[in-house]
């Protein structure tokens, strides 16, 4: 099954084309890695994908669902940014259960398991503010792994965690992966990418090509980059 | 959607800080009040809890409270907004409900949030007012005398004193029932607070600087005094509802309609921000296009 398809994407930021008819196909139980350099387009390319920016020309179908100005976007989507999109007052949590309560299906033991998946107590008193680059990281990345998600989207996942951080999350995203879940990755490092990635992209001026360091991974089935 | 906010705004310490703030200011009120009745020429007849109590959170527009209630109405949860757009936390949560829903909320949070702070404040202010004024007896209840002085709020006092003063709307309300009467100003009091202080969401939309957002309640207040007063309609701008019987000029009507206007405009700001926000695209206020440039 499809997890994500985008075609012939276009998008322009203040006049600067950032996107200039990307194609992708992703799918279930696939893990993705984008590489390219800083201001290329790749953290646009997961914002258009999660709803959150508009494009000016293309079409990106999620989950089987196209994604426009209109449409909802499907449930299933984790994502986390760099530096993640946390509550620096509370604990992490209340940072999770004030995202678990809008939808109410995670209950607080679930979230409490979650925390310790990811390397963090749950029983930490400290407010996000006192946490380090890394535990913060751990927190946007339990974040994204909320309400068994079908597509996790990964910006950078590796920054901030050291190398203990980076093996578990290896290990985070194959479990991901063994469960059918898509997860796209961006990030600047190919190592990190050919770890983990069944394939591999690099963006390059708006476009997407596939990277000579995915040939030792899986082929994609059909020819999905131009 | 709300439970969420709810239980974020209940959660963070600018809540009890804003509670504790607005104690403080009502505390204040009463030592002032205390140290000045007599000097304000206030006659110790009308010097009772009711009285006390309002004259302490919006006797006028100078008065303490009124000078610090759109700073305070701000503080518990009118960046919650900002703080979203500015840390990118909007992501997870627009992630599961749509904009619409996402931007209705957090103004609805807001002021159920400012609703339940200011609401407590003002009702330990009342209970405060009542043990401060022990000798103030029910309306119902024929009081003693204490030395010369007939302590007020009482069914009898009703044609001896409102008469001396100017007809106001709610006046025979005051000296018939001055609980029922500060009840409903206390219940104005919370209006006026949710509608001064709803106006953060809104102010969200066109401003970036957090501080400057918790502060638009306070310019906004101060600017449309000094406008209204410029325009000779000063005493037509009631902060709260002070002391009816001692203020002609400020109706219970006036009053609703005044803050229930603001508080109209501060929920059509929400939509009209968030079009801007949508046209203006949503990443230019998260990390991402610092990081990309």
């Known amino acids: ?226 | 959607m709300l439970r969420s906010e709810l239980y974020r705004a209940f959660h963070r310490k600018w809540t009890l800080i804003a509670f504790a703030l607005g104690l403080l200011v009502v505390v204040i009120g009463y030592i002032a009040v205390q140290v000045g009745p007599l000097s304000f020429g206030v006659s110790l007849h009308e010097y009772n809890a009711w009285y006390v109590f309002l004259q302490v959170f919006g006797m006028n527009f100078n008065s303490i409270w009124g000078l610090t209630v759109p700073l305070l109405a701000a503080l518990p949860f009118g960046d919650t907004l900002i703080y979203d757009m500015n840390h990118g936390f909007e992501v997870p949560l627009l992630m599961r409900i749509g904009k619409r829903r996402y931007f209705l909320t957090k103004w609805l949070a807001n002021i159920i949030v400012i609703a339940c702070v200011f609401g407590a404040v003002l009702s330990c202010s009342l209970l405060l007012a009542l043990l401060w004024r022990r000798d103030t007896v029910l309306p119902v209840v024929l009081p003693p005398l204490i030395g010369d002085h007939i302590p007020s709020g009482l069914k009898p006092g009703i044609g001896v004193f409102a008469s001396s003063y100017q007809p106001h709307v709610l006046s025979g309300l005051f000296w018939a029932h001055p609980g029922l009467y500060s009840l409903l100003a206390l219940l104005i009091g919370i209006l006026v607070t949710i509608s001064i202080g709803s106006l953060t969401i809104g102010a969200s939309f066109w401003f970036k600087n957090r501080y400057l957002i918790l502060s638009t309640p306070f310019i906004f207040y101060m600017v449309l005094n000094v406008v209204l007063q410029f325009l000779g309609l000063y005493l037509w701008v009631p902060f709260l509802m002070a002391a009816g019987y001692l203020n002609a000029h400020n109706s219970i009507g006036s009053t609703v309609a005044y803050w229930s206007v603001i508080l109209l405009f501060s929920l059509i700001l929400v939509p009209l921000g968030a079009t801007r926000y949508g046209k203006s695209e949503f990443t230019a206020k998260v990390s991402i296009d610092e990081k990309e440039g």
Request: aromatic residues 2%; charged residues 20%.
């Open chain 1, 1 to 226: 099954m499809r997890a994500v398809e985008l075609s012939d994407l276009h998008k322009s930021i203040k006049k600067n084309k950032v996107l200039k008819g990307v194609n992708l196909l992703a799918n279930t139980s696939e893990v993705i890695g984008i590489m390219g350099t800083n201001g290329c387009g790749k953290t646009t390319l997961l914002r258009i994908i999660c709803g959150l920016t508009s494009i000016d020309r293309g079409v990106v179908n999620v989950l089987g669902q196209n994604i426009g100005p209109t449409s909802t976007l499907p449930e299933g989507i984790g994502v986390v940014f760099d530096p993640p999109g946390l509550l620096a007052d509370l604990t992490g949590l209340q940072n999770l259960i004030v995202i678990a309560k809008i939808r109410n299906i995670m209950k607080t033991s679930a979230l409490r398991q979650l925390l310790v998946k990811v390397g963090l107590n749950p029983d930490d008193k400290r407010s996000v503010s006192k946490y380090s680059q890394g535990m913060r990281k751990r927190l946007g990345l339990a974040i994204s792994m909320m309400e068994d998600p079908r597509l996790v989207l990964m910006d950078e996942p590796t920054n901030g965690l050291d190398r203990s951080g980076i093996a578990e999350l290896r290990g985070w995203i194959s479990e991901l992966k063994s469960s059918g879940t898509c997860v796209v990755i961006v990030g600047h490092y190919i190592e990190e990418m050919t770890a983990v990635c069944d394939r591999i992209y690099t963006m390059d001026d708006g476009r997407l090509s596939q990277s000579s360091g995915a040939s030792s991974r899986t082929e994609p089935a059909s020819p999905t980059i131009r």
